[in-house]
């Protein structure tokens, strides 16, 4: 089994401390390839950043699929960018790591919070819960204004800023659980989760493993109607 992971903006360092994290979860015989395409912005920070990664995102998947088609993907953006674009391009489950992380975690706690990055992204993250089907569980958005390469520039500051906010959540806002709302913060969630005495769900491994039990199963894309490839063209 291969899981194609892509880190929708154009990183290096952020695309191998996810596949560290993938690689990490996923079982013997599973293969995870990463990649990030190589125009687009630097992090994705907002609705602007967002747009434009999302077209170079699509032309991995459609590059994916031409080449040597994985298993299954999973788009590495805590905004879950181009995920219902991608599922047209292929009969292979594609998985954000927003929807599985907060999927996960309502197995396993009847209340969470989110830790994410900038204020400016707690209108998209209510979406995000919103479509997930989980907005009477949420505690709480914890956003700190950390950026998305945080973890790369002053790793020890950005983790004592993340135990910190995530300790508020659990004591404050009632939090049973915390999802790490960003891949940069892939790999911190089990020191976490023993120092807070709750489930803290890493949204990378989450949906690698999620992607790695739909494949397992059997199960593709449905193209009855709301994924069917898109309809015929001409595109300028």
């Known amino acids: 089994m291969r899981i194609h992971v ?27 390839t990463a990649v990030n395409p190589s125009k687009g912005p630097t992090v994705i920070e907002g609705s602007y950043d967002e747009v434009l990664a999302t077209y170079h995102l699509v032309e991995e998947v459609r590059r994916a699929e031409r080449e040597d088609r994985p298993d299954a993907y999973v788009i590495a953006c805590f905004g879950d960018p181009g995920l219902d674009a991608v599922r047209e391009l292929t009969d292979r489950p594609v998985v954000g790591i927003a929807e599985a992380a907060i999927q996960m975690t309502t197995f396993v706690a009847a209340s969470f919070s989110i830790v994410s990055i900038l204020p400016r992204v707690r209108k998209h993250l209510h979406e995000l819960v919103h479509r997930a089907g989980a907005t009477d569980r949420l505690a709480s958005l914890k956003l700190p204004d950390l950026g998305v390469l945080a973890f790369h520039e002053d790793e020890a500051a950005a983790f004592e800023t993340l135990r910190r906010v995530a300790g ?63 309809t015929e063209k001409q595109y300028l």
């Open 6 to 32: 892509i880190n929708p903006n154009s990183s290096v360092d952020l695309t191998d401390a996810v596949a560290e994290a993938a690689r990490s979860v996923v079982s013997p015989g599973t293969t995870i």
């Open 168 to 230: 508020e959540a659990v004591r404050e806002d009632g939090a049973e659980s915390i999802v790490l709302g960003c891949a940069g913060m892939a790999g911190f969630a089990r020191q976490l989760s023993e120092e807070l005495g709750v489930p803290v769900i890493d949204a990378v491994e989450a949906a690698c493993r999620v992607a790695e039990s739909l494949v397992a199963l059997g199960y593709r894309t449905s193209k009855a109607n709301t994924y069917q490839a898109p």
